[in-house]
């Protein structure tokens, strides 16, 4: 079992839909962080949040400790927003364990 | 501020053939890592180093080996390159935990293809 489990692994959307990742996790410390990567680019760091809520522009990312559990929002859509993107726990020591990703597809 | 910057962006070796992998960062960051991303596997970390003059082995290290230069420079060496080698490479560094956040700054990744 993987210890960073990402839905959907695949995600097809309308432009100007608002779409929702999800990242539940059984391992690490109190932190999360969320990664972007455009096919064939490098990877991007969004968030890496404790607690509450963050939001930049139309993503907002959502944490619950409690629950191991966190949402990445997008609002309206764009086909620029078309990528995968990436939840990561650190652990204990120097190391992160990362899920395997969620591709999205946002059509015009 | 570059961040963390990566060369080269792309290689083709032929199988045996060996090379090194250059990674910087100008962030003052004492974690780095270097990490191969395989389609439907995800990043696989390959070794890491907590701070200058240390470094450990990651989830899959065999055949690699790694160089903490300094501070800012973190090589990976692949001495007889195999095709199950073939992957995208990508480096990555962290502020020390003690100054929290964790963040990861990732570079931009090479491509190597082992023929």
């Known amino acids: 079992k993987n210890e960073v489990e990402q839905s959907p692994q695949n995600l097809t959307a309308q432009e100007g839909e608002f779409i929702t990742i999800n990242c539940s996790y059984s391992v690490g410390i109190s932190a999360l962080h969320w990664l972007q990567q455009h096919p064939g680019g490098g990877i991007v760091s969004l968030f890496m949040?404790?607690?509450g809520k963050k939001k930049h522009g139309r993503l907002i990312a959502t944490i619950n400790i409690q629950e191991k559990h966190s949402s990445l929002h997008i609002t309206a859509s764009h086909p620029r927003d078309s990528a995968v993107y990436i939840c990561a726990v650190p652990n204990t020591g120097n190391q992160f364990y990362f899920g395997t990703g969620t591709s999205l597809t946002v059509i015009p | 501020n570059a961040g963390v910057t990566q060369t080269p962006k792309f290689q083709v070796l032929k199988t045996g053939q060996s090379m090194t992998l250059q990674c910087a960062q100008d962030m003052n960051h004492n974690s780095m890592y270097w990490y191969r991303q395989d389609p439907g596997m995800g990043l696989r970390l390959i070794y890491y180093?907590?701070?200058?003059?240390?470094?450990d082995k990651g989830e899959v290290p065999n055949g690699y080996n790694v160089s903490r230069l300094n501070k800012r420079e973190f090589s990976l060496r692949l001495e007889s390159a195999a095709p199950s080698q073939t992957s995208v490479y990508f480096c990555?560094?962290?502020?020390?935990?003690?100054?929290?956040?964790?963040?990861?700054?990732f570079g931009p990744g090479t491509r190597l293809t082992v023929t």
């Open positions: 990555a560094s962290r502020a020390n935990l003690a100054f929290g956040p964790y963040e990861q700054y």
């Open positions: 949040l404790s607690s």
């Open positions: 180093s907590a701070s200058e003059g240390t470094t």
